[in-house]
Each structure stands twice: as C-alpha cells, then as structure tokens.
C-alpha cells in the first residue's frame, strides 16, 4: 500500500520559512517523479514544484521561484519543499504526489495533476501578515 505522508507545517509570519517533507512508502522511490501542490480555501490546487527521478530537473510555480526550492533523499524516501521569504498569499494546504516515471527518463518531472498517480493527505501552511 502506497502512502505519502506531509509534515513539517504550521503558522508563520511574513517573512519566515517552514520546510515542508513528504515520507513515502510502498512504491520504489527512485521510479517516481515527486511534485508539491496547493490548494487554498475555495480555490483549484494548483501545482507548486516538481523534481524528476533523479533530482536533475526541478520546475516551480512562477510565484514560488526563488522562494522555494524542492529536493529529494531517496535513501530517506523523502521529498522536501523549503520555503522562503513566506507571503500570505502562500497560505493553502500542501500536497505531495508521486508520478511513475521509469519509462519516461530522468528529467520527466510533470507539473499536471492528472500527471500524478498518488497523493498525500495534505498540510496546513498558514501566513499571517
């Protein structure tokens, strides 16, 4: 059974930073593609970073680069999201995902959710000004 767990939110002010992780287990890590979504109150989740199988390729939301920078350990199975210099606007709750991608080479990292075959249960980040 395939599970990805969020930790790592919480409540800052404007200006802080959190760093956000995603423990999976039940899949070979090295296969998947990792990405980080958000979704605000009453709004789409929508795509925040990606990094591929091999951690060479990353893509980011243009209103997260240079702010947050994604990463992956795969002896820990773990996908990180640190996050800078933290707006309100970036208030939402935080999702990790998991896209199979061993037979799409090493610099396959989507930014689609339908992309994504698995997904965490989410974490609150809240940014008061």
């Known amino acids: 059974q395939v599970q990805l767990v969020e930790s790592g939110g919480g409540s800052v002010q404007t200006g802080g930073s959190l760093r956000l992780s995603c423990a999976a287990s039940?899949?070979?890590?090295?296969?998947?593609?990792m990405g980080w979504f958000r979704q605000a109150p009453g709004k789409e989740r929508e795509f925040v970073s990606s990094?591929?199988?091999?951690?060479?390729?990353?893509y980011y939301e243009d209103s997260v680069k240079g702010r947050f920078t994604i990463s992956r350990d795969d002896a820990q199975n773990t996908v990180y999201l640190q996050m800078n210099s933290l707006k309100p606007e970036d208030t939402a709750v935080y999702f990790c995902?998991?896209?199979?991608?061993?037979?799409?080479?090493?610099?396959?990292?989507?930014?689609?959710?339908?992309?994504?075959?698995?997904w965490g249960q989410g974490t609150q980040v809240t940014v008061s000004s």
């Open positions: 995902a998991a896209a199979y991608g061993a037979f799409r080479g090493n610099t396959y990292s989507p930014t689609l959710r339908r992309e994504y075959d698995y």
């Open positions: 039940g899949l070979t890590f090295s296969m998947y593609a």
């Open positions: 990094i591929s199988r091999n951690g060479g390729s990353t």
